[in-house]
């Protein structure tokens, strides 16, 4: 029962936050609150027992998606957000109220939270399960298939950061070293 | 209400997408888009880890003494998209810094009205 009360309570602020970020037009605010934000997702994975996602959402959501964020309004020097003139107010809503409703509909049918019979629990998850610790010897199952079973997708996964570091190399990197040299680069902490 | 219980964690997701959904096409300031785009992200986060959860299970570490264990699958792929969607975030972020020093603006009205496009 209390670990429903706690599901319950720490979604509805992460609800909040969110209202609170697309309303506020401070950007060192909006992104202290995606901070704040990122912090409660992870403490949400904690609660249903994604520990490896919850310490990765902590380090890298909160920790370094924030950081790249003020170095960039740092850079940029723009602190606020201006108010868009012209542009039709309903429109945005309606599209989001009808995908929203068409996404609830959709899930209507999915089972429960946390039923241990849905399809997902059955199919290939007691596998891993069950023959992890015999093939791998790895007791944490998350690491046993990033690490062994699906080695190769987590090689692919450097790949893509590596490209990803490059190009902002390639984006700001040399263009900012030539126009004011000697200053703290923000961006590049990623690569 | 069991139903609404059991369903909330998949409501509040949704609700989360709409809310990053709606910052991207409303807003016109290039760093709150992509803001809304971490918030849309962590909402599908959100969906995944709210479907690998067991209830009574503990979190997917092999110990003595434990038989029901959370489904460790959608944590594994989660947890490459989350690093993933920071490598997008920091390109993004990067290509905001680039339109400033073209445009002077990180405004997107500002840069249609100079590009006499829209």
């Given at each position: 029962m209390i670990d429903i009360v706690i599901d319950i309570t720490l979604l509805t602020f992460l609800a909040i936050t969110a209202v609170a970020i697309v309303r506020i037009t401070n950007l060192f605010a909006i992104i202290m609150l995606f901070g704040i934000f990122s912090f409660l997702s992870a403490t949400m994975f904690v609660v249903m027992d994604a520990v490896d996602v919850a310490f990765t959402e902590a380090a890298v959501g909160a920790g370094i998606s924030t950081v790249l964020m003020l170095a960039t309004i740092a850079l940029t020097k723009d602190q606020n957000e201006k108010q868009s003139?012209?542009?039709?107010?309903?429109l945005p809503l309606a599209v989001v109220t009808l995908t929203g409703t068409a996404l609830v509909y959709g899930t209507l049918d999915i089972p429960a939270?946390?039923?241990?019979?849905a399809p997902a629990q059955k199919h290939v998850a007691p596998y891993y399960i069950e023959r992890s610790v015999p093939e791998?010897?790895?007791?944490n199952i998350v690491t046993a298939v990033l690490a062994s079973y699906r080695g190769f997708d987590t090689l692919g996964e450097v790949f893509v950061i590596f490209t990803a570091g490059i190009a902002v190399l390639l984006l700001i990197g040399d263009k900012r070293r030539k126009s004011t040299p000697g200053r703290n680069e923000g961006g590049e902490n990623d690569a | 209400m069991d139903f609404i219980i059991g369903h909330y964690n998949y409501w509040i997701a949704i609700f989360l997408m709409m809310a990053g959904f709606y910052t991207v096409i409303s807003r016109g300031n290039l760093v709150k888009k992509i803001i809304g785009l971490n918030i849309f992200q962590v909402s599908v986060f959100l969906l995944y880890i709210s479907m690998s959860t067991v209830k009574g299970g503990a979190p997917p570490i092999i110990t003595k003494g434990i038989e029901i264990y959370s489904n460790p699958l959608p944590h594994v792929l989660i947890l490459t998209a989350i690093v993933v969607g920071v490598a997008t975030t920091a390109l993004g972020l990067a290509l905001v810094v680039r339109i400033k020093e073209a445009?002077?603006?990180?405004e997107e009205d500002e840069i249609h009205r100079q590009d006499h496009s829209l």
């Open positions: 003139v012209g542009r039709i107010s309903w939270f946390g039923d241990p019979e791998t010897g790895v007791p | 445009y002077g603006t990180i």
